[in-house]
């Protein structure tokens, strides 16, 4: 199975640690293609040696090539919402994350699409037990 996990990074790295753990339980069920998401070393300016365009064109090839998306979507970004609403367009399955306990209310354009699976969670260890529950359910 290949996986697309989406996580902010232009849009601000404070859970760079937390996509880090969710791409490394991830990986327990497939392949990542955006593991560099999690990578401590990528900051809010992107990444380095290579350009918007070459960027663009790799992250539609992962996300066509992939068989599901998984979004984490509690710090709102710009290219997560370009990327669920693309994933969407090519019919994939997404799954969106969001952390109850913070400060911020998730998008109705997320929250309220039907198309997608949104868990709700606080700690990662129940994350991670619905993140199983529904790889369990996919049927591939």
Excluded at 66 to 92: D, M, Q, W
Excluded at 123 to 138: A, R, S, V
Aim: net charge negative; proline share 1%; glycine share 6%.
């Amino acid at each position: 199975m290949k996986i697309y996990f989406a996580g902010s990074i232009r849009g601000g790295r404070e859970d760079q640690k937390l996509y880090f753990d969710i791409i490394q339980y991830l990986q327990s069920f497939g392949k990542v293609l955006t593991e560099h998401v999690g990578q401590e070393s990528l900051n809010e300016a992107g990444e380095e040696n290579i350009n918007d365009n070459d960027i663009y064109d790799r992250d539609i090839k992962w996300l066509t090539e992939s068989n599901i998306v998984i979004a984490e979507v509690t710090n709102p970004s710009l290219g997560v919402g370009y990327e669920i609403s693309k994933a969407l367009e090519l019919n994939k399955k997404i799954i969106c994350l969001y952390r109850n306990n913070q400060n911020k209310s998730l998008s109705a354009m997320i929250n309220g699409n039907k198309a997608l699976t949104i868990i709700n969670y606080e700690y990662l260890e129940d994350l991670k037990k619905e993140i199983k529950i529904c790889f369990n359910l996919i049927k591939y």
